[in-house]
């Protein structure tokens, strides 16, 4: 397997987000390795108009934050953010520099390390452990020390990796957790899984 190339992320975040089902996500932690594979992912800024669902549009006129800064950066960078005061999520940067664009992993199916997501998520069941995103960021001991973590560097500790393309069929639909967004935002099919697979959140 080898390290997905720059070229791979700096594409709109719609197709990237497709393409990244079936890829591994690898995580070194504590010198062992932690994998999966993705089953599910979030496309967020696709678009000429801005996306009222994503960070980058949201707040700050479509400017960059202190918070922001990541995503409006060069492509192939991790996007680590904190929500509802108790969670870190973990984002790909995609597309162009300067305009914001990301692809949220929302869900992993394990396959190494299972003991250490086993105890990163305080022994839950395996169906638990990286079935959402805030679940795949704590068994992969994703935090906000990962901001800003460029996934294409060779000694990179969290990067993804090629894959065969997945057998499953790629479904569509609406992305999740929103809140207030409005529409057409709340309701754009701009989220990807992998039909059938258990790990789907």
């Known amino acids: 397997m080898k390290r997905l190339p720059y070229a791979f992320y700096a594409r709109p975040a719609r197709q990237v987000a497709q393409d990244l089902l079936g890829k591994l996500l690898a995580r070194r932690f504590d010198g062992r390795l932690i994998c999966g594979r993705i089953v599910e992912t979030e496309a967020y800024c696709d678009a000429d108009e801005p996306d009222l669902a994503c960070h980058g549009d949201r707040a700050n006129d479509g400017r960059p934050t202190p918070r922001t800064a990541v995503m409006f950066g060069s492509a192939g960078f991790a996007y680590v953010y904190f929500t509802y005061g108790m969670h870190w999520m973990f984002n790909i940067v995609t ?55 460029n996934l294409c560097q060779p000694d990179g500790v969290i990067w993804l990796e090629d894959a065969p393309p997945p057998s499953e069929q790629i479904a569509a639909g609406p992305r999740i957790g929103l809140g207030q967004t409005p529409e057409p935002w709340y309701s754009i099919p701009w989220r990807y899984w992998l039909r059938g697979n258990p790990y789907v959140s």
């Not at 997501?117 to 990962?146: C, F, H, V």
Request: glycine share 10%; aromatic share 2%; no cysteine.
């Open 95 to 149: 597309g162009q520099e300067g305009q914001a664009n990301a692809v949220l992993i929302r869900a992993l199916e394990p396959l190494t390390g299972v003991d250490l997501m086993a105890q990163n998520r305080n022994g839950r069941s395996r169906r638990e452990w990286t079935n959402g995103p805030a679940k795949l960021a704590q068994a992969l001991a994703i935090d906000k020390s990962l901001n800003g973590a």
